[in-house]
């Protein structure tokens, strides 16, 4: 995915950042105006992949949003316990499950992951 020019993201402290530009020096292509949520602002650069620092964690890093996933997903599992596939319907994971030995074990939905 690519940070684009003029969208806001979250940052890993919680805050939003809006992206500024994207073509900065190659080690921090990144440049964004950070809002706090006292109102405060700065700017701050990051490297590609939206880090503050190349070698740890910060709360400054552009945090890229979760995938949203629509609906209800089955995954099945074989009878040793690898995953096998992904079913759109409870019924056809189940009919799977029993005609292959194997499992229905992860519901997803509203983008969450449940056992």
Known sequence: ??????????????????V???DGEPSEP?????????GSRCLKEHGVDGSY????????DL??????????????YSSNGHFVTV???????????KNNGGTVRRFIEDGEVTE
Do not use: N, Q
Request: charged residues 30%; glycine residues 8%.
């Open 1 to 18: 995915m690519k940070w684009e020019v003029g969208k806001t993201y979250k940052t890993r402290g919680g805050w939003e950042a809006r």
């Open 20 to 22: 500024l530009c994207t």
């Open 30 to 38: 990144l440049c964004a105006l950070h809002i706090k949520t006292d």
């Open 53 to 60: 620092y190349s070698d740890m964690e910060s709360e400054y």
């Open 63 to 76: 945090m890229r949003p979760k995938p949203e996933l629509r609906g209800l997903l089955y995954g099945t």
């Open 87 to 97: 079913c759109f319907t409870k019924e056809a994971a189940l009919r799977w499950a």
